[in-house]
């Protein structure tokens, strides 16, 4: 396997928790809620990674309040005593410092604080955040590039497609419940999307595993490959991805972006 010649750079990011209030609420599609959030705290705000991510802090039970957490050296804080928030974490898929707004896509599976909190949201409804405490820095000036994911990836997807140039190469799979959960991806880029519609889960693994192996492997030019998707789906990914494509670990980046229920 050929090593890439551009390199990844990590940021770590002092951790601030903020406070945003949400301003509107849009359906793009059924199965996801856009929240557009907006506060001071934001005008500061700082994701220069696509994939980036921040800590969401929710109430276990709807209507309990919990204490704001502080900061230490290794993070958040709580003392003893104090009532904990559920934390989940979500790329946001915009911000703007001027208007001190971010957005955030979440999917609506009918489980979950995140998902219960945004089905039920209200314009006004105040919502904690803390981070991204880190980003990886990926180039954007690979030949070409795969991106491979689900609904909760879509976010990290979109703002990648913003961020490649025209000239790059780009294959997109992205596997869906639902056929009416695509969204529209737009880049200046050449993009192919290949939409994987399954519900069951190990069909949808097999399909998309399937789907990768099927994509035609491009005759020149140095490539990336990024995934995220559900953690027992991680080796598959990344192992199909390299092999098919002939990439190192070091063009390749599958993460879980969260793990199914035994």
Do not use: C
């Amino acid at each position: 396997m050929q090593e890439s010649s551009y390199h990844i750079e990590k940021q770590i990011h002092p951790i601030k928790v903020r406070s945003a209030w949400v301003k509107a609420i849009a359906r793009p599609t059924p199965h996801m809620a856009r929240i557009t959030l907006q506060g001071d705290d934001l005008q500061d705000f700082h994701s220069p990674g696509f994939d980036d991510h921040v800590k969401l802090l929710f109430s276990e039970q709807a209507g309990q309040e919990f204490t704001v957490p502080l900061v230490g050296e290794r993070g958040l804080v709580f003392e003893e005593g104090q009532v904990k928030p559920v934390m989940r974490d979500y790329t946001p898929l915009s911000y703007d410092n001027q208007s001190r707004e971010m957005v955030i896509d979440f999917v609506l599976h009918g489980t979950g604080v995140a998902s219960t909190w945004a089905e039920h949201a209200k314009v006004g409804d105040r919502l904690v955040m803390a981070g991204p405490r880190g980003s990886m820095l990926i180039p954007t000036v690979f030949d070409w590039q795969v991106l491979v994911g689900d609904e909760t990836a879509l976010p990290a997807i979109s703002r990648r497609l913003r961020e490649l140039k025209a000239g790059t190469q780009v294959t997109v799979v992205v596997q869906l419940n639902h056929a009416d959960a695509a969204l529209p991806l737009a880049s200046d880029a050449a993009i192919d999307v290949r939409w994987v519609v399954e519900a069951d889960a190990d069909a949808a693994t097999q399909k998309m595993l399937q789907t990768l192996q099927a994509l035609t492997v491009p005759a020149q030019g140095e490539g990336f490959a990024w995934g995220a998707v559900e953690y027992a789906q991680v080796t598959p990914v990344r192992e199909v991805l390299m092999q098919r494509f002939s990439l190192d670990n070091a063009r390749v980046k599958v993460s879980s972006y969260w793990r199914r229920e035994a």
